[in-house]
Each structure stands twice: as C-alpha cells, then as structure tokens.
C-alpha cells in the first residue's frame, strides 16, 4: 500500500513500471510512433563499436516529452542493426527512492543491487542511481545487462 501511495504521489495517473507499452523491443524505429510518444525527436547515429549488441548499426533516438512517473522526460531508444534493444529514462535523482520503491512493488525485490542500481531481471528493468534514469531491455539485451549487474 505504501508502495502504491508513493507512486500515485508522483503521478496525476497511475504509474504502473511494468508495462512501458512504447517500447517495442526487437522492432525497429519504425514501429514506434515517436511523434505521438514525444513532443519532439531526433535520431543520432551512433558508433557499433561502442555497443557489444550491435554488429553493423547503432542508432539512438532521442526522445524528449515522454510521458514517465508522471513527468515530461527524456527517453534515448537505442537500436543495435535496427531493433530495439534498450530504453533509458532521464529522472531527477530527488526521484530515484520512490522509483526504486515502485519497482519493487511491481517488480519484487531487486535481483542484484549495488550503490550504483537496482536490477531486476524478470522484469528486464533496472534503476540506475549514478546517472538518474530507469532501464528497460529486451530479450536480446538482457544477457549483456545481466552480466553487468552480475558482477
């Protein structure tokens, strides 16, 4: 109950972590309508060599306006040979107890924890403390993101 309350303290509409609907994992940019998920957009190509998903291609689309815990954020969709593999979410560290706590009521307890995030793999979501922002991957991200967290 304390979980729900801090959540809908953040938020006008529920904040529900566990299914972030835009985010198509495994599509590619074009199968996400950044227009309607924005206010504005750009895409930024990126170098593969920088990301051990990508083999040919990494893009990052930069999404400005989208609408997370109840505020206009910042989400970068990063595509590996032009499929989603992640999503982060810019939040204010202020932020990052009560997202934790949402996480956890929707997710369970964290998998793996460090002082720098919160995994959980089930979910394939994380918060991340260092940089302030939640992680969201898919299936073909998430033995790279597991490792990390494993270490």
Known sequence: MLVSLLALSLSATPFNPASPTEFAFGGSPDAHDFASICSSHSERVMDPAENPLARESLTQVDCEGFDYFGQ?????????????????????????????????????DPDREAPVFAAYFEARAAVRRDIPEALYYGEAAAPLF???FSQ
Do not use: I
């Not at 990063?78 to 992640?86: C, I, Q, R």
């Not at 107890?97 to 956890?104: R, Y």
């Open 146 to 148: 597991e490792a990390f």
């Open 72 to 108: 206009a954020r910042l989400a970068e969709f990063v595509f590996a040979d032009g499929a989603l593999t992640h999503v982060w979410v810019l939040v204010d560290a202020t932020e990052l107890e009560n997202l934790q706590a949402a996480f956890t009521g929707a997710f369970g």
